[in-house]
């Protein structure tokens, strides 16, 4: 039996904090322990230890990819820089984002080539992974046909959610049509005339197709669905008739509020919220948490956010387990993956992260990965004030 135990730990679990050991057996959770500490144990001198942050969608990988415009790098080299990156900030799960739309050729593409393809290249990439990986699938709705490509989709286990991401030029998140028209005709050097014939007819072309059924009957109940940047009532009410169970970063306070008059999850980014509202203008986190609308976190683009976020929360009076339960146990949930991960319960996978604060984030110092010691960072262990538990 392979056992070991992480002693003098403040252990963040589900609904409560506290001060003690966790003993782990064949990569689960065997034993959790109140105020003991043993000698053979690893030290964890009071750091928090918390259930692996399951990260919902991160478009991280673009950044490895392209990290200018200009300059691309193997794709194999990019995931493996990401994955090392989230196990550094904590992240054990990690849904990155593809996106599945039609080009002018006919073909599935995403932001790097071919969607679909890079779906299907997860599948070996994440067989020699440190965290656990997951493609999330940013699905234009506005495009077919998708017969041949949604079967493809169910034969991967590199599947982990997808959710509508609506292309409609002047809708949802840059919803200032005539900025998008200028901005197009200033870069292709033609008159606003033309740029404008040019998005009404892509806008047309959107509006005529909604494949949002066909993704329904053939993935609900098998793949977790979600809906992208929904701005209106009408919007939200869409996606639930279509399958969806969750809202992502919803771009108005009215969405969001519907959302959970419908029973969706919510999810929003941790940069929006550490930073104390959205970068391009749309709904502030901190301002759908004061009202008790956002369920879940995701680091959208910057992995320390997630953590530095539940510091954050910490300093305004939210508890240390409800601001965790954000970024694990309720993604957890929507994913279906709550009975193995998520949390620190006994039987659970040993999905574990130890770290500190130093001014306003986090500092991780260990990372285990059902069981496995993933990180070992050679940093000074500060002792946490324990004053939560």
Known sequence: ???????????????????????IEDGRIADIL????????????????????????????????????????PLPMAFHMMDLRAIGCGITTVL???????????????????????????????????????????????????????????????????VYN??????????????????????????????????DARRDAAASVNNRAAVHAALAGRIPLGSHDDTTVEHVVEAHQFG????????????????????????????NYYRGGSHCGNLGCPEAMAEGLVDILCSDFHFPSLLASALKMMETGIDLPAAINMMSLHPARYLGLDGEIGSIEIGKQADLVAFHARQNFAVVSNVWVEGACRLRAGVVMEKVCASIV
Not at 37 to 62: K, R, W
Not at 134 to 141: A, D, E, K, Q, V
Not at 190 to 198: D, Q, V
Request: net charge negative; with cysteine.
């Open 1 to 23: 039996m392979n056992r070991q135990i992480l002693s003098n730990a403040t252990l963040i679990l589900p609904h409560r904090a506290l001060l003690g050991s966790l003993v």
């Open 34 to 73: 109140d105020g003991r500490s043993y000698p053979d144990a690893v030290d964890l001198s009071g750091q928090f230890l918390i259930p692996g942050i399951i990260d919902m969608h991160t478009d991280y990988l673009e950044k490895e990819v392209n990290p200018r415009p200009s300059a691309a790098f």
């Open 96 to 162: 990155g984002a593809a996106r599945i739309s039609r080009d002018h050729n006919g073909r599935p593409t995403g932001w790097n080539g071919d969607g679909l393809a890079l779906a299907k290249l997860y599948q070996e990439l994440r067989k020699t992974a440190l965290g656990r990986h997951y493609i999330h699938i940013r699905w234009n709705p506005n495009f077919e046909p998708v017969d041949d490509i949604l079967p493809e989709l169910l034969r991967l286990d590199s599947i982990g959610n997808l």
């Open 166 to 199: 609506d292309s409609t030029p002047g809708e949802r998140q840059f919803r200032n049509l005539e900025e998008q028209i200028q901005r197009y005709a200033q870069n292709h050097g033609i008159p606003l005339e033309e740029a404008r014939a040019h998005f």
């Open 244 to 271: 969806s169970t969750l809202a992502e970063m919803p771009c108005s306070i009215e969405a969001a509020r519907k959302a959970r008059e419908l029973g969706m999850m919510v999810c929003m980014g941790a940069p």
